[in-house]
């Protein structure tokens, strides 16, 4: 069944042809909304059939694998095909299942769009077969494409109601920022293709256990400096820092967007390329510092953001950039276990999150978006009271916010704990992770406060201003309940079968990890045991308690916290750390002064130039016509002179330089 | 006789001594000069029953006296009223 | 009997003279007849060289094409000098003075 992947992104890829081709009046329901569902389901079916190979075993990669000849330049060819391994399992998982609940959810969720609601479904279809191109991706090139083509699609799909001015900005914006990223993974993947000469992830990853270096291809600082710009890519498509600013904005869109491609899929490609490069990333211990440290800061850095945040997505956006943060600083420190240790723990933890968090992050966005759609408003200041009236979006926000604040037994606890042990062990190594731990702790305990603020401020307490809310239709309504259900019991995936951390591990096994035979009790009873679990789970229930003060019981002051020093933080936060501003500033001083820099330059010394060669002729023919005396005597005497010159010349000099 | 003409003169001064340095650092051959009647000029010039002589030329050049004639007397006419 | 270097000197002279009186004259006319004396010096060499064509060139008779020539020079001095009178008179017509200095409306 593996060899059949590749049908996999043909599902929605059809499904995005006939919705935009098809005339009108076949589009049926929803205007192209059942071709979506079939197309997405169809997908998800095969994945899951993929993916039960995989778990049975099977994988697809290496020179197994089939492949098909892309792009011949004489002597040289490129090809493209499938790989299947473990790691594109979890991701086959993660985007089929949040897909094609996000396209069902969209049924309902775009029912009074109108006209545009036929592009909304082409380009989510687009998107989806893009993404399941990139997962199955076998070689950089290969993968690059389909890069290209997601952020594409979240620019074709941030920018969806283009009319409006902040949404088109916003698009614009996500795309120059993560074309930022871009660029750098193109340089990092010409590096690699200029030392290595392939792309294929078969060639790069080693035979064995004798890396590329070894292999004597590349010099060390060549791969250091490619991993990084690579990761560079990730930074742009996972909205790390610095180039975090897009993702908030990218609230723009719908919300079906947000949460398909802003939470549970686009920016997850970051990680799983940082995944992916594993085998050469463990290769460059000074690299897997570089992406521990960026998804540390990114980590703490969003969740202080999100504190001051009233906008409901932007919370929910902000969080998404921390959870990323938390996610590529596992892979970092997992890295340094496997170069260390040989257990291939971070790495396991970072993709456990992946997964836990695609879940209950797309379920938090479905439910803001059954509030906005309800309410009508995205501003938190603005809501209050809805948990009455929408009782089932209510409690499935609550699931959504236990599970992302890491309360047992929930899956955000055991993915989450397992990242922070693995930084945790990590320290032993290199003392930056105790600093990294303590920021991942930090923003365990910020994630918990803003998210219950924020269940709190909407669904809690009393309605702020006037509205009519009511609960969703079912067809929005039974994804967030299989969402929610998903959100419990993902985490429990670690004490299936095998267990998800072997399961993981197997991908990249060839590392050399020597695999923990842990009984899968014993995991259990290891986190249970570890006193550091019970710090982030106290500081996760202090966090929910401090929320509960401060926005539900009434009788707190809240504005204590815009006076004075708490005010200077609330206003540094409000601005986003000013981050953007700078931004714009470098922006407008540097390049624009850099562009009057060369305007000037083009209009004083090149076109001087060539002005000056006009100025030159015509003064040069203003001179030499004032020989035209008209002085009849003048000329003859000038000829008589010519004449008596040239006879002395040819009589006197010629025989002398002759006899020369 | 001012300073220009006198420069013109001093020019062509140079110039003839100049022709005469040149003429007289040659070597000429001895011999006497040679007899020509005018009927052998009117035999290069018409030609004889062995060669054509310079005829076509003579014609030509008629013509183009007659040319030049003519248009000297249509410049110097006066304008009529 | 006169050398052939003598005839060539004289002539050269006369060419010298003729080219004075180019340059130098203020009345057209006399311009006029400047260039006629530089052509009767032209004239005076192809004679020459015709005249002692047997002593140039040993192996040959004597050859009076040269002084068929001067005949074709005569008669071209003759119309340039009629043409160059009509100009003049014209140009009389129209400036009322026949200085060379005065005519020099053909400039910048």
Redesign the interface.
């Known amino acids: 069944m593996l060899e059949y992947a590749w049908l996999i992104p043909v599902f929605p890829f059809a499904a995005f042809v006939l919705i935009g081709l098809l005339p009108k009046r076949t589009l049926f329901w929803e205007d192209g909304g059942g071709y979506a569902i079939a197309g997405a389901a169809g997908a998800f079916v095969l994945s899951m059939f993929v993916v039960w190979d995989v778990i049975n075993g099977q994988t697809l990669t290496g020179a197994d694998a089939p492949r098909t000849t892309w792009l011949v330049i004489g002597d040289f060819e490129v090809k493209f095909g499938i790989w299947i391994d473990q790691l594109t399992a979890v991701m086959l998982v993660v985007i089929s299942v949040v897909g094609t609940l996000v396209v069902v959810y969209s049924g309902g969720y775009m029912h009074e769009e109108g006209v545009g609601r036929r592009r909304y479904y082409a380009e989510i279809m687009l998107f989806i077969s893009v993404m399941y191109g990139l997962v199955i991706a076998d070689n950089f090139l290969q993968m690059f494409i389909f890069w290209e083509l997601v952020g594409l699609c979240s620019y074709l799909l941030i920018g969806f109601w283009y009319e409006k001015p902040s949404a088109a900005v916003a698009a614009k914006r996500a795309f120059i920022v993560t074309r930022v990223g871009d660029i750098m993974f193109m340089a990092g993947i010409i590096v690699l293709f200029k030392y290595v000469g392939v792309l294929d992830f078969s060639a790069l990853f080693g035979q064995g256990s004798q890396s590329i270096v070894e292999q004597g291809l590349i010099s060390q600082d060549m791969l250091t400096l490619s991993t990084v710009l690579i990761f560079g890519g990730a930074i742009g498509k996972s909205a790390q820092f610095p180039l975090h600013e897009w993702l908030p904005d990218a609230m723009e869109g719908p919300t079906t967007v947000s949460a398909l491609i802003h939470a549970a899929t686009m920016v997850k490609a970051g990680v799983y390329l940082t995944a992916r490069t594993y085998p050469l990333l463990v290769q460059t211990p000074e690299s897997l510092l570089f992406v521990a440290v960026i998804g540390g800061v990114t980590a703490l850095l969003a969740a202080t953001v999100a504190l001051a945040s009233n906008d409901i997505k932007r919370v929910l956006a902000y969080s998404t950039v921390s959870q990323l943060g938390y996610m590529i600083l596992g892979l970092g420190a997992g890295g340094y276990l496997v170069i260390h240790s040989q257990i291939g723990g971070g790495y396991a933890a970072a993709m456990f999150h992946l997964m836990n968090h695609g879940f209950f992050k797309a379920l938090l966005f479905l439910c803001a978006g059954s509030v906005i759609h309800a309410v009508g408003t995205n501003d938190l200041r603005l809501m209050g009271g809805i948990g009455k009236k929408m009782r089932i979006t209510s409690l499935m926000m609550l699931i959504g916010s236990l599970a992302i604040a890491g309360i047992p037994p929930l899956s955000g606890f055991w993915s989450k704990d397992e990242v922070l042990a693995s930084v945790f062990d990590a320290n032993e190594f290199d003392p930056v992770f105790a600093l990294l731990w303590t920021m991942g702790v930090a923003t365990a305990f910020l994630t918990a406060f803003y998210m219950f603020r924020m269940w709190f401020m909407t669904f809690a307490g009393e309605p702020r201003s006037d509205f009519h809310a009511h609960e969703s239709p079912r067809i929005m309504t039974v994804p967030l309940m299989i969402l929610a259900g998903l959100a419990v019991v993902s985490g429990f995936a670690l004490f299936v079968g095998d267990g998800f951390k072997h399961f993981i591990e197997l991908a990249i096994e060839p590392l050399g990890i020597v695999g923990e035979d842990e009984a899968l009790l014993d995991i259990a009873v290891t986190i249970l045991s570890d006193p550091l679990t019970y710090v982030t789970l106290v500081l996760a229930i202090v966090g929910i308690s401090l929320a509960y003060r401060i926005y539900y019981m009434p009788g707190f002051d809240r504005s204590v916290f815009v006076k004075g020093v708490p005010g200077a933080f609330h206003r540094a936060l409000d601005n986003r750390w000013y981050i953007s501003q700078f931004y714009d500033d470098f922006a407008y001083k540097v390049v624009y002064g850099f562009s009057l820099v060369a305007d000037a330059f083009d209009r004083y010394v090149i076109d001087g130039l060539v002005n000056g060669i006009a100025y030159l002729g015509a003064n040069m023919g203003n001179s030499i016509r004032k020989a035209q005396s008209g002085d009849v005597r003048r000329y003859t005497s000038l000829i008589v002179l010519g004449i008596i010159l040239l006879l002395v010349f040819m009589i006197y000099v010629v025989p002398w330089a002759r006899g020369l | 006789m001012n300073v220009a003409?006198a420069m013109?003169?001093l020019?062509?001064?140079?110039?003839?001594l100049?022709?005469?340095a040149?003429?007289?650092s040659l070597a000429?051959?001895?011999?006497?000069?040679?007899?020509?009647t005018n009927e052998?000029?009117a035999?290069?010039?018409f030609g004889t029953s062995n060669s054509t002589g310079?005829g076509l030329?003579?014609l030509f050049?008629?013509l183009?006296?007659l040319v030049?004639?003519l248009?000297?007397?249509?410049?110097?006419k006066e304008e009529r009223e | 009997m006169i050398e052939l270097e003598y005839w060539l000197i004289f002539s050269s002279l006369l060419f010298a003279i003729g080219a004075y009186g180019v340059l130098t004259r203020k009345n057209a006319i006399v311009v006029l007849m400047s260039i006629e004396v530089m052509l009767n010096a032209a004239n005076i060499n192809l004679v020459a060289f015709s005249s002692y064509y047997s002593s140039l060139h040993p192996d040959q008779g004597p050859d009076p094409s040269g002084q068929a020539f001067a005949l074709f020079s005569i008669a071209i001095a003759a119309a340039e000098v009629a043409v160059g009178l009509a100009i003049l008179l014209s140009v009389y017509r129209r400036y009322q003075t026949i200085d060379v200095d005065k005519i020099n409306i053909l400039r910048w």
């Open positions: 003409n013109r003169a020019a062509m001064a140079v110039l003839a100049l022709f005469i040149v003429l007289t000429w051959p001895e011999g006497p000069m040679d007899d020509t052998d000029v035999k290069t010039l310079y030329i003579v050049i008629g183009l006296l030049a004639l248009g000297g007397i249509f410049l110097a």
